[in-house]
């Protein structure tokens, strides 16, 4: 029986793939700074606070 093994090379591609590595997003943007929009609630929280404490004393 012949030794019909071949040695351990690069993985071939595979047929019909239509698969392609994705491509990594950017680094940065909008919403990788949750700093920011953690900010901007508790302003807007301190801001409908603010209007209803008004009420309270304008009564």
């Not at 301190?46 to 404490?53: C, E, G, K, T």
């Given at each position: 029986?012949?030794?019909?093994?071949?040695?351990?090379?690069?993985?071939?591609?595979?047929?019909?793939?239509?698969a392609?590595?994705?491509?990594?997003?950017?680094?940065?943007?909008?919403?990788?700074?949750?700093?920011?929009?953690?900010?901007?609630?508790?302003?807007?929280?301190?801001?409908?606070?603010?209007?209803?404490v008004?009420?309270?004393?304008?009564?």
């Amino acid at each position: 029986m012949p030794n019909d093994r071949k040695p351990p090379g690069e993985t071939p591609p595979a047929e019909g793939s239509t698969a392609e590595a994705h491509e990594e997003r950017h680094d940065g943007g909008v919403w990788e700074h949750p700093m920011l929009w953690v900010a901007v609630i508790g302003l807007v929280v301190i801001f409908v606070a603010a209007y209803f404490v008004a009420r309270v004393f304008s009564l």
